[in-house]
Protein backbone atom coordinates (compact mmCIF):
# COMPACT_ATOMS: atom_id res chain seq x y z
CA UNK A 1 0.00 0.00 0.00
CA UNK A 2 1.14 3.27 -0.89
CA UNK A 3 2.35 5.13 2.12
CA UNK A 4 0.50 9.11 2.55
CA UNK A 5 3.90 11.27 1.66
CA UNK A 6 3.56 9.34 -1.52
CA UNK A 7 0.01 9.15 -2.26
CA UNK A 8 -1.08 12.68 -0.01
CA UNK A 9 -4.28 13.36 0.33
CA UNK A 10 -6.73 16.07 -2.27
CA UNK A 11 -7.60 19.45 -0.47
CA UNK A 12 -10.78 19.17 2.06
CA UNK A 13 -12.04 22.20 -0.20
CA UNK A 14 -11.92 19.59 -3.13
CA UNK A 15 -13.26 16.70 -1.14
CA UNK A 16 -16.39 18.82 -0.02
CA UNK A 17 -16.61 20.19 -3.72
CA UNK A 18 -16.34 16.61 -5.04
CA UNK A 19 -19.20 15.79 -2.40
CA UNK A 20 -21.25 17.76 -4.24
CA UNK A 21 -20.36 16.93 -7.54
CA UNK A 22 -21.23 13.11 -6.46
CA UNK A 23 -24.80 13.80 -5.19
CA UNK A 24 -25.34 16.22 -8.57
CA UNK A 25 -24.02 13.06 -10.74
CA UNK A 26 -26.34 10.45 -8.79
CA UNK A 27 -29.25 12.48 -9.37
CA UNK A 28 -28.78 13.00 -12.42
CA UNK A 29 -27.41 9.97 -13.73
CA UNK A 30 -30.19 7.71 -12.12
CA UNK A 31 -32.68 10.34 -12.61
CA UNK A 32 -32.75 10.45 -16.58
CA UNK A 33 -31.76 6.70 -17.05
CA UNK A 34 -34.34 5.16 -14.62
CA UNK A 35 -36.82 7.74 -14.08
CA UNK A 36 -36.30 10.07 -17.55
CA UNK A 37 -40.33 10.90 -17.10
CA UNK A 38 -39.34 12.86 -13.80
CA UNK A 39 -35.95 14.17 -14.85
CA UNK A 40 -36.82 15.36 -18.32
CA UNK A 41 -39.37 17.83 -17.77
CA UNK A 42 -36.43 19.91 -15.16
CA UNK A 43 -34.07 19.81 -17.67
CA UNK A 44 -32.05 22.79 -19.32
CA UNK A 45 -32.97 21.94 -22.52
CA UNK A 46 -36.14 19.48 -24.36
CA UNK A 47 -34.74 16.09 -24.89
CA UNK A 48 -35.47 12.97 -26.63
CA UNK A 49 -36.29 9.69 -25.50
CA UNK A 50 -32.69 8.23 -26.73
CA UNK A 51 -30.58 11.63 -25.65
CA UNK A 52 -32.04 11.58 -21.93
CA UNK A 53 -30.72 7.43 -21.66
CA UNK A 54 -27.45 8.36 -23.04
CA UNK A 55 -27.17 11.22 -20.99
CA UNK A 56 -27.95 9.19 -18.00
CA UNK A 57 -25.47 6.89 -18.92
CA UNK A 58 -22.67 9.56 -19.19
CA UNK A 59 -23.76 10.87 -15.76
CA UNK A 60 -23.93 7.50 -14.62
CA UNK A 61 -20.16 6.59 -15.76
CA UNK A 62 -18.81 10.30 -14.59
CA UNK A 63 -20.59 9.45 -11.36
CA UNK A 64 -18.46 5.92 -10.54
CA UNK A 65 -14.74 7.60 -10.89
CA UNK A 66 -15.46 10.81 -9.01
CA UNK A 67 -17.49 8.59 -6.43
CA UNK A 68 -14.10 6.44 -5.92
CA UNK A 69 -12.37 9.71 -5.60
CA UNK A 70 -14.71 11.14 -2.95
CA UNK A 71 -13.79 7.88 -1.05
CA UNK A 72 -10.36 7.42 -1.60
CA UNK A 73 -9.81 11.28 -0.83
CA UNK A 74 -6.23 10.25 -2.63
CA UNK A 75 -4.26 11.61 -5.22
CA UNK A 76 -4.21 8.40 -6.50
CA UNK A 77 -6.98 7.84 -8.16
CA UNK A 78 -7.77 11.55 -8.23
CA UNK A 79 -4.78 12.17 -10.93
CA UNK A 80 -6.50 10.93 -13.71
CA UNK A 81 -10.11 11.75 -12.84
CA UNK A 82 -9.69 15.12 -12.15
CA UNK A 83 -8.27 15.77 -15.34
CA UNK A 84 -11.45 14.20 -16.79
CA UNK A 85 -13.49 16.23 -14.65
CA UNK A 86 -11.76 19.73 -16.34
CA UNK A 87 -11.79 18.05 -19.79
CA UNK A 88 -15.54 17.29 -19.68
CA UNK A 89 -16.65 20.07 -18.09
CA UNK A 90 -14.68 22.77 -19.86
CA UNK A 91 -15.51 20.96 -23.42
CA UNK A 92 -19.62 21.04 -22.29
CA UNK A 93 -19.15 24.30 -20.94
CA UNK A 94 -17.58 25.80 -24.45
CA UNK A 95 -20.42 23.65 -26.89
CA UNK A 96 -23.07 25.53 -24.09
CA UNK A 97 -21.95 28.57 -24.68
CA UNK A 98 -21.27 28.89 -28.54
CA UNK A 99 -25.02 26.91 -28.85
CA UNK A 100 -26.52 29.27 -26.00
CA UNK A 101 -29.88 29.69 -28.32
CA UNK A 102 -30.06 26.01 -27.61
CA UNK A 103 -30.95 27.19 -24.24
CA UNK A 104 -34.34 29.35 -22.60
CA UNK A 105 -32.66 31.76 -20.14
CA UNK A 106 -35.54 32.38 -18.19
CA UNK A 107 -35.68 28.88 -17.18
CA UNK A 108 -34.17 28.36 -13.84
CA UNK A 109 -32.72 25.33 -14.31
CA UNK A 110 -30.49 26.77 -17.46
CA UNK A 111 -28.78 28.96 -15.05
CA UNK A 112 -27.99 25.90 -12.26
CA UNK A 113 -26.63 24.31 -16.22
CA UNK A 114 -24.11 26.76 -16.45
CA UNK A 115 -23.23 27.43 -12.91
CA UNK A 116 -22.20 24.21 -12.55
CA UNK A 117 -20.39 23.82 -15.47
CA UNK A 118 -18.40 27.19 -14.91
CA UNK A 119 -17.49 26.12 -11.44
CA UNK A 120 -16.36 22.67 -12.28
CA UNK A 121 -13.42 23.51 -14.64
CA UNK A 122 -12.83 26.10 -12.72
CA UNK A 123 -12.12 23.77 -9.72
CA UNK A 124 -11.08 21.62 -11.10
CA UNK A 125 -8.35 23.16 -13.67
CA UNK A 126 -7.34 25.08 -10.21
CA UNK A 127 -6.65 22.02 -8.49
CA UNK A 128 -4.64 20.77 -11.50
CA UNK A 129 -2.45 23.75 -11.35
CA UNK A 130 -2.35 23.23 -7.16
CA UNK A 131 -1.06 19.96 -7.42
CA UNK A 132 1.33 20.29 -10.99
CA UNK A 133 4.58 19.28 -8.73
CA UNK A 134 2.86 16.29 -7.27
CA UNK A 135 5.60 13.23 -6.74
CA UNK A 136 5.03 10.39 -8.77
CA UNK A 137 7.02 8.46 -6.79
CA UNK A 138 3.89 6.10 -5.84
CA UNK A 139 3.20 5.70 -9.62
CA UNK A 140 4.19 2.07 -10.54
CA UNK A 141 5.36 1.02 -14.92
CA UNK A 142 1.93 -0.32 -17.05
CA UNK A 143 2.93 -3.45 -18.61
CA UNK A 144 3.69 -2.80 -22.53
CA UNK A 145 1.04 -4.52 -23.73
CA UNK A 146 -1.91 -2.53 -21.84
CA UNK A 147 0.28 0.94 -22.47
CA UNK A 148 0.05 0.06 -26.48
CA UNK A 149 -3.73 -0.77 -25.89
CA UNK A 150 -4.52 2.46 -23.79
CA UNK A 151 -2.83 4.87 -25.97
CA UNK A 152 -4.37 3.26 -29.21
CA UNK A 153 -7.94 3.66 -27.60
CA UNK A 154 -7.19 7.13 -26.48
CA UNK A 155 -6.37 8.05 -30.15
CA UNK A 156 -9.05 6.79 -31.84
CA UNK A 157 -12.08 7.70 -29.17
CA UNK A 158 -9.95 11.41 -29.31
CA UNK A 159 -10.18 11.18 -33.15
CA UNK A 160 -13.93 10.56 -32.66
CA UNK A 161 -14.41 13.12 -30.10
CA UNK A 162 -13.18 15.75 -32.69
CA UNK A 163 -14.79 14.87 -35.13
CA UNK A 164 -18.48 15.12 -33.43
CA UNK A 165 -17.47 18.40 -32.37
CA UNK A 166 -16.01 19.66 -35.65
CA UNK A 167 -18.03 17.84 -38.24
CA UNK A 168 -21.06 17.48 -35.91
CA UNK A 169 -23.20 16.73 -38.46
CA UNK A 170 -21.00 13.74 -40.55
CA UNK A 171 -19.87 11.95 -37.45
CA UNK A 172 -23.54 12.72 -35.62
CA UNK A 173 -25.20 10.15 -38.37
CA UNK A 174 -22.49 7.03 -36.79
CA UNK A 175 -25.33 6.91 -34.11
CA UNK A 176 -28.31 4.61 -34.37
CA UNK A 177 -30.74 7.57 -33.49
CA UNK A 178 -30.82 10.92 -35.19
CA UNK A 179 -28.49 13.84 -33.95
CA UNK A 180 -28.57 17.65 -33.90
CA UNK A 181 -25.40 19.55 -34.19
CA UNK A 182 -26.20 20.51 -30.43
CA UNK A 183 -26.73 16.92 -28.69
CA UNK A 184 -23.52 15.62 -31.55
CA UNK A 185 -21.19 18.42 -29.74
CA UNK A 186 -21.64 17.86 -26.56
CA UNK A 187 -21.28 13.96 -26.97
CA UNK A 188 -17.68 14.58 -27.85
CA UNK A 189 -17.33 15.60 -24.58
CA UNK A 190 -17.55 12.57 -23.19
CA UNK A 191 -15.07 10.63 -25.50
CA UNK A 192 -12.49 13.48 -25.44
CA UNK A 193 -12.88 12.30 -21.52
CA UNK A 194 -12.59 8.57 -21.86
CA UNK A 195 -9.32 9.58 -23.75
CA UNK A 196 -7.50 11.68 -21.53
CA UNK A 197 -8.20 9.42 -18.71
CA UNK A 198 -6.65 6.39 -20.90
CA UNK A 199 -3.60 8.40 -21.69
CA UNK A 200 -3.04 9.72 -18.29
CA UNK A 201 -2.68 5.95 -17.22
CA UNK A 202 -0.26 4.40 -19.90
CA UNK A 203 3.17 4.79 -19.07
CA UNK A 204 2.91 4.75 -15.54
CA UNK A 205 -0.55 4.30 -12.87
CA UNK A 206 -1.55 2.43 -9.76
CA UNK A 207 -4.07 -0.02 -10.02
CA UNK A 208 -6.74 2.73 -8.47
CA UNK A 209 -6.71 4.71 -11.37
CA UNK A 210 -7.06 1.54 -13.44
CA UNK A 211 -10.03 1.07 -12.00
CA UNK A 212 -11.33 4.39 -11.83
CA UNK A 213 -10.79 4.91 -15.49
CA UNK A 214 -11.92 0.94 -15.97
CA UNK A 215 -15.61 1.77 -14.41
CA UNK A 216 -16.40 5.04 -15.85
CA UNK A 217 -15.73 3.04 -19.50
CA UNK A 218 -17.40 -0.07 -18.62
CA UNK A 219 -20.49 1.86 -17.00
CA UNK A 220 -20.87 3.93 -19.53
CA UNK A 221 -20.32 2.12 -22.43
CA UNK A 222 -23.14 -0.67 -20.82
CA UNK A 223 -25.47 1.56 -19.70
CA UNK A 224 -25.23 3.21 -23.01
CA UNK A 225 -25.93 0.20 -24.63
CA UNK A 226 -28.63 -0.83 -22.36
CA UNK A 227 -30.63 2.73 -22.70
CA UNK A 228 -31.02 2.10 -26.72
CA UNK A 229 -32.42 -1.25 -26.21
CA UNK A 230 -34.97 0.44 -23.32
CA UNK A 231 -35.90 3.04 -25.61
CA UNK A 232 -36.57 1.31 -28.37
CA UNK A 233 -38.27 -1.46 -27.18
CA UNK A 234 -40.94 1.90 -27.05
CA UNK A 235 -40.64 3.71 -29.80
CA UNK A 236 -39.43 0.68 -32.27
CA UNK A 237 -37.17 3.87 -34.40
CA UNK A 238 -34.02 1.76 -34.30
CA UNK A 239 -32.87 -0.02 -37.64
CA UNK A 240 -30.95 -3.20 -36.47
CA UNK A 241 -29.32 -4.11 -39.57
CA UNK A 242 -27.89 -0.55 -40.35
CA UNK A 243 -24.00 -0.08 -40.79
CA UNK A 244 -24.15 2.68 -38.43
CA UNK A 245 -25.85 1.14 -35.57
CA UNK A 246 -24.21 -2.56 -35.76
CA UNK A 247 -20.28 -0.25 -35.94
CA UNK A 248 -22.28 1.71 -32.85
CA UNK A 249 -23.07 -1.21 -30.42
CA UNK A 250 -19.40 -3.51 -31.82
CA UNK A 251 -17.32 0.04 -30.74
CA UNK A 252 -19.48 0.11 -27.22
CA UNK A 253 -19.47 -3.30 -26.61
CA UNK A 254 -15.46 -2.86 -27.80
CA UNK A 255 -14.74 -0.09 -24.70
CA UNK A 256 -17.66 -2.02 -22.35
CA UNK A 257 -14.88 -5.21 -22.43
CA UNK A 258 -11.97 -2.95 -22.26
CA UNK A 259 -13.64 -1.46 -19.23
CA UNK A 260 -14.07 -4.73 -17.34
CA UNK A 261 -10.75 -5.66 -18.37
CA UNK A 262 -9.63 -2.72 -16.82
CA UNK A 263 -11.48 -3.45 -13.14
CA UNK A 264 -9.96 -6.99 -13.23
CA UNK A 265 -6.22 -5.58 -13.48
CA UNK A 266 -6.66 -3.26 -11.28
CA UNK A 267 -8.33 -5.64 -8.97
CA UNK A 268 -5.28 -7.63 -9.32
CA UNK A 269 -3.23 -4.82 -8.63
CA UNK A 270 -1.94 -4.18 -11.95
CA UNK A 271 0.38 -2.48 -12.69
CA UNK A 272 2.20 -3.34 -9.90
CA UNK A 273 6.46 -2.22 -9.08
CA UNK A 274 9.12 -4.63 -10.42
CA UNK A 275 11.90 -5.21 -8.44
CA UNK A 276 15.48 -4.94 -9.53
Known sequence: MNSDSKNPSITPFLRSFTLIETLVLIGAGFGLFFFPNLIRPLWPWEIAPFNTRFLGAIYLGAMV????MLLSGRWSPTRPVLRAIFTFTFIVLVVSLFTSSQFDFKYWPVWGWFAIYISLPISAGYHLWLYRSMPTSHLNPVPAK????LRSTSILISLYGLGLLILPNTFGDTFP?????FHSQLYSAMFFTGSVMMFTIAKSSTSAEFLATGLTVATFSIFSIMGLFIVDSQVQLIDWDAPNTLTWLASLTTLALLGIAMIVAGARQVPHKIDG
Open 177 to 181: WTLDV
Open 65 to 68: SVGY
Open 146 to 149: WGTI
